[in-house]
């Protein structure tokens, strides 16, 4: 099966999202949008996954959880992934909390590098969410749009568990599913 391990969403924070889509700037975005339920943090992606290593893993996220505190994080900014005049994905970035996330992901990838010998991620961990995912150029006058995408406001969350997820790829996109929630300690 294929998991990952990810920061899920609360309503208010996928409804927050959902608005600043439906008022995007950009008329009849030459892109497809993310569905709200596929809307996370992901902290580590381990693909193919054997069932039988769920239980270790498992025992591995319960440790790192408990020790770290619950924590705020806020999405804020609007980007590109590798940069907005060539995007292939779109996302809103996370501000305050991000140094907090980035932490849990060094401990997730340390731990299940250390014990399962799952091989470490090597690329900088960027706290974000995606919202879009580009298929073509974009034309000119949509790169200066989304030069002008407003930050999101109020889109603050705690982060009271870490979840390992299954993702299933189907025609209409990928499902998620959560098998195990991870509680962090209450925190700040």
């Not at 975005?29 to 709200?36: D, F, V």
């Amino acid at each position: 099966m294929r998991l990952f391990i990810a920061v899920n969403f609360e309503p208010q924070l996928e409804e927050l999202i959902a608005s600043a889509i439906d008022s995007f700037p950009v008329a009849n975005a030459p892109w497809r949008w993310t569905h709200p339920e596929a809307w996370h943090v992901t902290l580590k992606f381990l693909g193919e996954t054997a069932e039988t290593d769920v239980a270790p893993i498992s025992r591995c996220l319960d440790q790192v959880a408990g020790q770290h505190a619950s924590f705020r994080f806020e999405l804020r900014d609007f980007g590109g992934f590798p940069n907005l005049r060539r995007p292939r994905v779109l996302f809103y970035r996370i501000d305050e909390g991000a140094d907090r996330l980035e932490r849990l992901a060094s401990d997730i990838n340390q731990v299940l590098g250390d014990v399962m010998r799952i091989p470490k991620d090597d690329k900088r961990f960027r706290a974000h969410v995606t919202v879009a995912r580009v298929k073509s150029r974009l034309a000119p006058s949509v790169v200066v749009d989304l030069q002008d995408v407003p930050p999101l406001e109020g889109a603050v969350q705690t982060v009271r568990s870490i979840d390992l997820m299954k993702s299933e790829l189907r025609r209409d996109g990928a499902h998620y599913q959560r098998l195990k929630a991870f509680a962090l300690p209450h925190g700040s």
